[in-house]
């Protein structure tokens, strides 16, 4: 059986009190950004004194009434959100809550999916696109994004009429790797051989930090971290199972739970969920924009080409976080992370470590068949 | 010591005896609604038929899509694992498995009996039992005889559907079009075959390569499968009970 951990409820308990502080800072005229993306920096959006929380989708039920509007044969991510946001602007009773909070969607070129429905998405929320190089590797794309942040500042300078300093820019930089080394730590505790904590856990953690204020989400991992130092094993006792693929938004946990469910202990997920978010800082001593321009086209999304430093980067959590094999998780139709799987499964393989392709949406009806598959796999690797 | 295995599959159950090293006997029934009644029901059986008291029996070990369900079993194992035993015990040896049963197909790669990696077809029906089964229904004759009907056509008709459904609506427009019974049956047992042979592909399967589970009765549709991998197939006596004798082997400890 495992051990309850006592600072997990701050971080449910934090979502009613996130709300009330949204809606109060409104009420003073602080303006409040939705985003969809680890791509869109939120040092610059709290640079300009306005707030943010993330927008994506994990929830099963918006989708319907999306689909009147998307095609069928989109990522359930992409459905799920839309949903929330038109279901919300008709004032619907699957909303997601956050909807009405949010003064302006900011919003980023990355797969093709979201690009095109961001342009549907201006029949009900003003959106802002920040556009990004999809070959990030040369010394021109980083320029082009170095552009395109500055353009992204000044629109948030005129929304919300402050003028964003250096110094300002400065102070969020600090404040976002503090989160970040944060996150540093908790990862770093996973590695012991019993994990602390379970996967799911973290997952549901992790789905909160663009949701939190830095502030809150911050308090809450430092707690975390400081009990799990205390706790010597989780109470699960599988192979210890790497994730990594597509982004698992707040609702989503389905595939987490059944490996947990079957014995599996997830120690490390490779995920805008997971190790995307956080691994990287940002230079504190150069030029801040140069710095954030820098750090964010780092970020190892399958939507860039080539993305050799992601696959890179698989092997090296691999191995940091000994895992007997990884469980690669695609979201049903996402075709970048759906095709980039055979790079990553080549390089595992020549390391030794079986990888098990997951792809799924957020229904139940393939709960039994995912069930088989990962007991499968853990039988293997056992 | 006698041990059993119980395949509780999505359309049918089987059971299997295994003792000194040999297969002692097993049975093969409709699943029906529950999967517990099945199990249970074909466990009486074997016990019946070989006059064994439940004593003498060590362990059950359960496999199968209803696996869980059974309860008088000491422990389940998930098919990939079961059917890596089955198959290589009868084919020792065996580098590959595919298995093409009534609700998923399969592939698996054994090295020593062991299961170095698996692929299951995707959340549908293409390349499964299912498929045949629903489409035979189309072409109106039993599935047994589809293999048969597709061996005597000259001239195949082409299936362009993976969904079953579609697949459904096709044959029965290639009919209204005036095509022959025999051409549509190739058309179908082709267009599964492929599926299942990309699969294969896919899991860099070569040779050495054994073809279980309920579908692997049909000859034509072995024949068809053949002749896409370029390999003979090692097809056990009774395919479809690889997985509940992987089980029983299991259970031996």
Redesign the interface.
Known sequence: MSPTLQSLPFFQDSYELRIAQLQEERKRGIKVIGTFCLYVPDEIIFASGADRIVLCGGRADTIPVAEQSLPRNICPLIKSSFGAVIDACCGGSLACPHIPLIDVVVAEATCDGKKKMYELLTDYLPTYVLDLPQKPGSPEAREYFLSEIRKFARFMEQLTGNIITDEALRREIRSSNATKRLLHRLFALRKSDPSPIRGSEVLRVMQKQFFLSPDMFRKGISLLCDELEHVVSSGNTGPRIMISGCPMAAGNTKVPDIIEQKGGVIVVEESCTGTRSFLDLVDEDVDPWKALAERYLEIPCACMTPNDQRIARIVELAKEYNVRGVVYYTLQFCHAYNIERLRVQKALKKEGI?LLAI?SDYGE??T??IG??V???L??IA | MISAGIDAGAATTKGVLFRDNTIMGYRIADTGFNFLTASETIFSILLESYSIRREEIGHVYATGYGRSSISFADKSVSEITAHAKGVSFLFPGVQGIIDVGGQDSKVIVVENGRVVDFLMNDKCAAGTGKFLEYTAKALEVPISDLGELARVSDHRAAITSMCTVFAESEVISLRARGFLKEDIAAGLIRSIAQRVAVMAKRMGLKENIAFVGGVAKNAGMRAALEKELGVPLYVPFEPQITGALGAAIAAQG
């Open positions: 079986p792809e009806s393939d039994e068949q088989i598959r007991e499968a796999f039988e293997m």
